[in-house]
């Protein structure tokens, strides 16, 4: 009687393939490295409150959004590197899809743009190029819907913030000594 022999890819546990580095790997690893960094030294990426528009004694710090959102995503991007690990599906990112690249690419050079921005334009202003440059981005070819997405969003998110939240945005003086007088403040 002839014995068979087993090759290593048989000796697998059934589920269970060789786990690669792929772009969606290196990412989600790229970006939990970051979100971790970042929390670590928030005080230095998080500018202190101006007066006019400031938070009072009672408000939560400037800080504490940008600690949570960074600290979340750290966490998923741990959850799924891990889930991917006990998960492997080598399938999945077998082909290179350059249309893909250059649209998240677009996406992170307007991110970029936001975050520099933000000291020379004010809020409102970067906020509402970037949104508008990412709905455009997102494939809507509608001037309208832009135009209404671009302009309304961005003051509703400064004034939630600034009111509801009492949390200091950068902000162009001219246009928070408009508000300040609009909004008794």
Same mark, same amino acid.
């Given at each position: 009687m002839k014995r068979a022999e087993t090759s290593e890819a048989e000796a697998e546990p059934v589920g269970r393939a060789k786990?690669?580095?792929?772009?969606?790997?290196a990412? #989600? &690893?790229?970006?939990? #490295?970051l979100a971790g960094l970042s929390v670590a030294f928030i005080g230095a990426l998080v500018a202190p409150p101006k007066v006019l528009m400031g938070r009072s004694l009672t408000a939560i710090p400037p800080n504490l959004f940008p600690r949570v959102v960074l600290s979340l995503l750290a966490a998923l991007c741990a959850l799924f590197l891990v889930w991917r690990s006990r998960n492997?599906? &080598?399938?999945v990112f077998d082909r290179f899809n350059l249309r893909g690249w250059e649209r998240g690419l677009a996406l992170f050079g307007l991110m970029i743009f936001y975050a520099m921005a933000m000291q020379p334009f004010g809020f409102l202003i970067?906020?509402? !190029?970037?949104?508008a440059a990412i709905s455009w981005l997102a494939g809507n070819r509608k001037v309208w819907q832009i135009a209404c997405l671009s302009l309304v969003g961005p003051? &509703? !998110?400064y004034l939630l913030a600034t009111r509801v939240l009492a949390v200091s945005l950068p902000e162009l003086s001219a246009i928070e000594f408009a508000y300040s007088r609009l909004l008794g403040g």
């Open positions: 786990q690669r580095l792929t772009p969606e790997l990412i #989600v &690893a790229a970006l939990l #490295v492997p599906d &080598a399938e970067s906020s509402a !190029l970037s949104m003051p &509703a !998110l």
